[in-house]
């Protein structure tokens, strides 16, 4: 294709998927939340041959768009609660367009300099805004699930070498090594732990918000000398409880344990003065992971791995080859993370950063925890409905008299539109589990959140 003929169709499919994009983010506030059509209805209407010639981009941009308009969920609503799931930011969804557009394979800082540069100005003002140690190494990986796999992979290799054993040989050629966790540990660290080949960790015990019973831990630790991983968490993903991690640290170090907290949205609290307390002894852990797709509200993918020795973070995940261009004096972008190539992830982050300023991040995590204290005090004052969890970040947990009408209510919710909420089972209970993630859930979302709760609440007969 002659290099003016694809000029002419970069900016044809661009201009095609600006003006889709617009039309998507312009009606996500009025739209039903829930798709139209499921995945078979989708197929439908996508399912042919392949085409035998080449088509014109922006009309296939353009079918794209049309095509999977009724499948696609408006998880960037006010109202949205599922999951636990960000809004964008503007700064961070325009950037990460330009990452797209650039397209820069971000694993070296050699060939691709600008993008590996503000990854780290966005790592370090990541472990300032969280109060973790300076010049803790930082990886930008696909969500929490990976950003705990690395952590878990570099305590892995940190315990084998503590041994003496080399982490190359695998783990066969060291100790056993355990791993710890409380009963309410999340699904991401249990998969985390097992891609490690520390398997799924021994639960140690919890309290009813889901906070690891220390007592507990500290008995684990002492039945067994072998090596362990303690895994902690800031903010249980039912009830936004945070472990008490001065507490537990204290007992996992002193029996030499590596500490790791998942702190997926949680962990946010601690740029915030007023939720702060909520994370208090945490940055004394080893290791640390989140998401930046959820509380900063960045475009996925964007998980983050922090480990406070970055030399060991780059010796368990760095990759090595003659034809790889290294600084022997500075870790790559691909040391970080069990990726060579990856899009630039930590540039939407300085963009959203940048935009927020720090005064900004504050009132962003503020106001999500706003959102949900006013959630559960409009669910509290309707007939028939109770908010289970002690609301202390993001999330509310809510139940009707019996698990049926709570399951029949989520099901409304869903269908009607206004609202979508997960259902889950928390501690044999069905709950319908609202996760305030969106930073553009304001009062006026609010209200018609617990409107239309009210509405279904109604329809269903649910009362006193």
């Not at 003006?19 to 499921?38: C, F, K, M, Q």
């Not at 590596?258 to 962990?267: E, I, K, N, R, S």
């Not at 797709?293 to 964007?302: E, F, G, I, M, Q």
């Amino acid at each position: 294709m002659p290099e003016s003929t694809m000029k002419q169709q970069y900016r044809a499919a661009l201009e095609a998927a600006h003006r889709h994009a617009l039309d998507w983010l312009d009606t996500l506030d009025e739209r039903p939340i829930r798709p139209e059509l499921d995945v078979d209805g989708i197929l439908s209407r996508l399912r042919r041959d392949l085409p035998a010639d080449e088509s014109d981009a922006a009309a296939v941009v353009d079918e794209l768009a049309e095509a999977s308009a009724p499948g696609l969920m408006a998880m960037g609503s006010s109202r949205f609660y599922g999951f636990v799931i960000g809004g964008v930011h503007p700064a961070s969804l325009g950037a990460d367009w330009l990452v797209s557009a650039w397209d820069q394979n971000t694993g070296s800082r050699q060939p691709t300099p600008a993008t590996a540069a503000l990854e780290e100005v966005a790592a370090e003002w990541l472990v300032d805004l969280l109060g973790l140690p300076a010049g803790s190494g930082v990886g930008f990986t696909t969500g929490a699930t990976m950003a705990n796999a690395s952590c878990l992979i570099v305590a892995r290799d940190a315990l084998l070498r503590r041994a003496g054993a080399d982490p190359v040989a695998g783990l066969q050629a060291g100790p056993r090594l355990r791993f710890l966790a409380g009963d309410a540990v999340h699904t991401s660290a249990v998969l985390g732990g097992r891609l490690a080949g520390l398997g799924a960790p021994v639960t140690v015990g919890a309290d009813h918000e889901g906070r690891i019973d220390v007592g507990g831990l500290e008995r684990a630790l002492a039945a067994d000398e072998a090596p362990a991983v303690v895994a902690l968490q800031a903010g249980d993903v039912h009830s936004g409880a945070f472990d008490d991690f001065t507490a537990a640290i204290a007992v996992a170090h002193a029996a030499g344990a590596w500490v790791h907290v998942d702190g997926a949205f949680g962990l946010w609290a601690a740029a915030s003065p007023r939720l702060r307390h909520l994370t208090a002894g945490v940055a004394g852990a080893d290791s640390w992971a989140t998401d930046a797709h959820k509380t900063l509200n960045v475009p996925y993918d964007c998980g983050v791995a922090i480990v406070r020795d970055e030399a060991a973070m780059t010796a368990a995940l760095g990759a090595h080859a003659a034809y790889l261009p290294a600084v022997a004096t500075v870790s790559d972008p691909y040391d970080r993370v069990a990726e060579l190539s990856r899009r630039a992830r930590g540039v939407p982050v300085w963009a959203a950063l940048c935009a927020l300023g720090r005064s900004g991040v504050v009132r962003l995590v503020d106001g999500l925890a706003d959102a949900a204290a006013a959630l559960a005090d409009g669910f509290r004052a309707l007939p028939g409905l109770d908010v289970v969890n002690d609301v202390v970040f993001t999330q509310v947990c809510l139940a009707a008299g019996d698990d049926a009408e709570t399951a029949a209510l989520g099901e409304w919710l869903r269908d009607e539109g206004t609202v979508w909420a997960s259902s889950s089972t928390w501690h044999g209970r069905t709950v319908v589990r609202f996760a305030v993630s969106n930073l553009a859930t304001d009062a006026e979302a609010v209200r018609r959140t617990v409107d239309a709760v009210a509405r279904g609440a109604a329809a269903l007969g649910i009362r006193d």
